[in-house]
């Protein structure tokens, strides 16, 4: 059962608690990069085993499963999906405590990737339909801020919890003996079933720019189909956010980089990186908010805009900050890549909501999703792994980071601000046939390549 909630305190309590979930998302998610030491001598891995770990451990299974979801999400109750996929996943983390060998977390990894699949789709649609398009990119924004507290939370609190758990050193639960990464996961897992519970104080919102019931079944519009009939307009924002999420990736070496080659310990790193993720993200987001106002009057593109304008930020920064000659320059630079990382992750599903009709805005997103994984978190960890052991030098990992950033960054930033113009023209006739539209319906058939959007 949908419904139209009035209350502005309500809406906004939805974004918040939504927000609360995407945070415990990414707490799980990077928690592993605290205890990559441990594991490695623990189980005797590799870099390109702990690589695997970080990256298609997760993001495989996630690609593979959020675009069915998110088609899923579409035609049942997101919020019920949200629960469901909060249960997989805090017991997948907490599984990962009993873990005595490579292949078992890597299993259970997987099954983290199932389980926060259903997150970014159902959450975002959600905030979308309880939003009009002029408040929609403020409360995506806000929303959006999400990664980066997570993983601020996951590097400072986890920082201190997993430098707790080893001075304790082994446990014993249940006449089983537990070493101090495993502890951590058992611990980490446990909040997520309280949010589950908070999940069913949200109410299904209607959906809003629906696609109007004369021109076609809204049930059966293909996404796929939609979005590479205007492929231009969609690439040009796919390859950006591509870009800044493959960027996001270099925070999970953070552990192995500061301890070899600046002899940093876990608790510093910790402490650090988590301080810059509750500073700079916020700060970032407060950037996405500032370049609603001063980057152009056309609400429509303010999305895209703040992508373009991170992406400047992070690249250059995310390239210098792994080869700086001391810590304290390295820590500065790094500062800086955050905040353009957390201002175009704000940016990107902001401006994917003002090209994309109501009914299908959970499987746009999951598409996206799919998509940006895949260069991200997918093949960036593994290859970064590689190179690290096939050079020969661990401390070479800077070097290796650095030359990743530069691989990725430069052709996306030349992509994004050379097509920009197809993703105006995308927004501009989208917001033109909504507002021709009565009741937040539009009409997939009269806006330009739409001939073929019909499954």
């Not at 980490?188 to 299904?204: C, D, H, N, Q, R």
Request: proline share 6%; with cysteine.
């Amino acid at each position: 059962m949908t419904t139209e909630p009035k209350s502005t305190v309500y809406r906004w309590y939805v974004v918040v608690l939504l927000l609360a979930v995407f945070i415990l998302s990414y707490f799980d998610r990077f928690i592993l990069s605290l205890v990559v030491g441990p594991i490695k001598e623990s189980l005797g891995l590799t870099d390109f085993q702990i690589g695997l770990l970080l990256g298609p451990a997760f993001s495989l299974f996630n690609v593979a499963v959020t675009v069915p979801l998110g088609v899923m999400a579409d035609r049942t109750s997101r919020k019920w999906m949200l629960i469901v996929g909060i249960f997989i996943w805090c017991t997948m983390t907490t599984m990962s405590g009993f873990a005595m060998s490579f292949l078992p977390l890597l299993l259970l990894r997987l099954g983290l990737g199932i389980g926060e699949a259903v997150v970014s789709p159902c959450s975002v649609s959600i905030i979308s339909d309880y939003f009009k398009r002029d408040g929609r990119a403020k409360a995506i924004s806000l929303y959006m801020a999400g990664p980066y507290l997570g993983a601020g939370l996951a590097f400072l609190v986890g920082g201190m919890l997993v430098a707790a758990l080893h001075d304790v050193g082994h446990v014993t639960i249940l006449g089983r003996q537990f070493a101090p990464w495993q502890t951590t996961f058992l611990l980490v897992g446990i909040p997520g079933f309280i949010f589950m519970l908070l999940m069913l104080t949200v109410k299904e919102p209607a959906k809003r720019d629906t696609i109007s019931a004369s021109a076609a079944e809204g049930a059966k519009m293909s996404a796929v189909r939609y979005m590479l009939d205007r492929w231009k307009g969609f690439g040009v924002l796919i390859v950006g956010s591509t870009c800044n999420f493959a960027m996001s990736t270099l925070t999970f070496w953070n552990v192995p980089l500061f301890e070899r080659v600046w002899g940093w310990d876990v608790a510093a790193i910790g402490a650090v990186t988590g301080l810059f993720y509750f500073t700079a993200g916020p700060l970032g987001t407060a950037l996405a908010l500032w370049a609603g106002k001063f980057l152009g009057k056309n609400a429509d593109l303010v999305g895209m805009r703040t992508l373009m304008l991170g992406l400047c930020i992070t690249v250059p920064m995310s390239a210098l900050y792994p080869i700086m000659p001391s810590p304290e320059l390295a820590v500065c630079a790094m500062f800086l890549a955050f905040i353009g990382k957390s201002a175009a992750t704000a940016g990107g599903p902001a401006a994917l909501q003002m090209i994309t009709p109501g009914e299908m805005r959970s499987r746009s997103v999951a598409i996206f999703n799919a998509v940006i994984t895949l260069i991200g978190p997918l093949l960036g960890p593994p290859l970064i792994g590689a190179a690290t052991d096939w050079s020969g030098n661990p401390a070479s990992i800077g070097v290796v980071l650095c030359g990743f950033v530069l691989l990725i960054g430069i052709p996306s930033i030349l992509v994004v601000f050379l097509g920009f113009r197809h993703y105006r023209k995308l927004a501009e006739d989208m917001a033109a046939t909504t507002a021709n539209a009565p009741e937040d319906t539009i009409d997939p058939t009269k806006m330009p390549g739409a001939a073929r959007t019909i499954a």
